[in-house]
């Protein structure tokens, strides 16, 4: 069975604060994703992987950057955490760039 | 440019109704995926169908069916016999191939089914 998670469902943050959003995935997938997801505005790319130590920006990389160490583990990292990145955070993965790509159970982001 | 429309922001059906959640998408790809997600309150995003844009044939999954029709762009989403479960965000989604990895999603209908 297919599972994604992610480290947690909500996080409340400061200003400021470095922020870490870890994602897992047990299914040997090669491609890992971010995306932010905001009312009105849907699902947005924030930065994708395609192998371990390969990142990708997507459509909104500026503020984030990205981890992957293991295959396994993609984290999104907040440098600096702004109060406009307060946001749902959904992590998803596939095997190939050809196949559908599943998701976690999002992480909500609030930042005081 | 790739582009994936849902007109409808907001509807709320009673219990039993059949509803057509509407997909209108655009892209310059002689090949790509479509798909449908579902959100429940939960937050998670559930996969519910990709279809190949070389196959127009319509699909049915229980009281899901999908119609896509390359004439008009669009792959549209049909509930029949609507449930309060049913009640969630839906997300139609485009993936442009071979050059792409990424998907690109429509701003999401949000769906009400009322007891």
């Known amino acids: 069975d297919v599972k994604v998670t992610q480290s947690s469902r909500y996080l409340v943050k400061r200003t400021g604060e470095k922020v870490f959003l870890e994602c897992v995935q047990d299914m040997d997938h090669e491609n890992m994703f971010w995306y932010r997801q905001d009312p009105g505005l849907g699902l947005r790319l924030i930065y994708f992987?395609?192998?371990?130590?390969?990142?990708e920006k997507g459509d909104i990389p500026e503020g984030y950057s990205v981890s992957r160490e293991k295959k396994e583990r993609f984290s999104l990292i907040l440098e600096s955490a702004s109060t406009n990145q307060t946001s749902m955070y959904l992590c998803a993965s596939n095997l190939k760039s050809t196949d559908t790509q599943y998701f976690g159970p999002g992480t909500r982001l609030t930042v005081l | 440019a790739q582009k994936v429309t849902q007109a409808q922001t907001e509807i709320s059906v009673v219990e039993k109704e059949d509803v057509t959640l509407d997909c209108v998408y655009e892209?310059?790809?002689?090949?790509?995926?479509l798909f449908w997600y579902k959100q429940p309150p939960s937050g998670e995003l559930v996969f519910l169908i990709r279809r190949n844009s070389f196959d127009e044939q319509n699909e049915i999954s229980g009281r899901y069916s999908w119609n896509f029709q390359k004439s008009t762009s669009s792959f549209n989403f049909t509930i029949t016999a609507s449930q309060v479960v049913d009640s969630a965000v839906y997300f139609c989604a485009l993936q442009g191939l071979p050059r792409d990895d990424k998907i690109i999603f429509g701003k999401g209908t949000r769906l009400h089914i009322l007891p």
């Open positions: 892209t310059r790809d002689t090949t790509y995926y």
């Open positions: 992987s395609y192998d371990v130590k390969m990142k």
